[in-house]
């Protein structure tokens, strides 16, 4: 039985851990209202990376124009999808 994985929820929890903060929902401003610096962001990635079994492009990121958390799910969604 293949399980669809649940983007939405996984992003939602990463991020709350990474940057210590349960009030992150798919509506927040990441650059207004998430506090991660860099090394946070490369750790989020990497545990995402283990939760969804798939590898990002070091720059995947900064690729992106990503203004909410909703925009950030989406984003990683299709990139997941595509490969």
């Known amino acids: ?20 903060d349960k009030n992150i929902n798919k509506d927040t401003i ?3 209202d998430i506090y ?11 545990k995402l990376e ?6 990002f492009e070091p720059d995947f990121l900064a690729k992106g124009k990503y203004e ?4 950030l799910i989406n984003g990683i969604k299709n990139y997941v999808n595509s490969k």
Not at 36 to 46: E, K, N, P, T
């Open 1 to 20: 039985m293949i399980f669809k994985i649940n983007y939405e929820k996984v992003i939602i929890n990463t991020l709350k851990e990474i940057a210590s």
């Open 50 to 55: 283990k939760k969804l079994k798939c590898t």
């Open 36 to 46: 991660i610096d860099s090394m946070g962001w490369l750790q989020f990635l990497i």
């Open 68 to 71: 909410t958390v909703e925009d």
């Open 30 to 32: 990441i650059l207004k």
